[in-house]
Every structure is written in structure tokens, then in C-alpha cells.
């Protein structure tokens, strides 16, 4: 991680490039993440009212 110290512009690109790469890098597992978490509940919920029609 680059240094936070000092107010010279290539720090701050740095900064803005690291924070990128980890955004990159974590958004798309938590993306992965809540969308699965999402299809689960939506495939339970469409189970429990397969059965209430079904009785």
C-alpha cells in the first residue's frame, strides 16, 4: 500500500489506484456473494409456495 503521507499528486493517483484495484478485487466476491445469498431465498420462497398450492 502506498503511502498516505504527503500531498504530491503521484501519491494521490497511487492511493486512487490501490483503492481501485481492491474495490476490483472485493466487490466482485461480495457481488457474487449477495447475489447467491439473493437466488437462495428467491428459490425458497418459490418452494414454500410451490407446496401451499400443491396442499
Known sequence: MPKLIGN????R???DAW???VVRNAF???LEKGLAMMQHKL???SML???EKGA
Open 8 to 11: 504530491r499528486v503521484a501519491d
Open 13 to 15: 493517483q497511487s492511493v
Open 19 to 21: 483503492n481501485a484495484a
Open 28 to 30: 466482485p466476491k461480495w
Open 43 to 45: 428459490s425458497g420462497q
Open 49 to 51: 409456495r410451490r407446496k
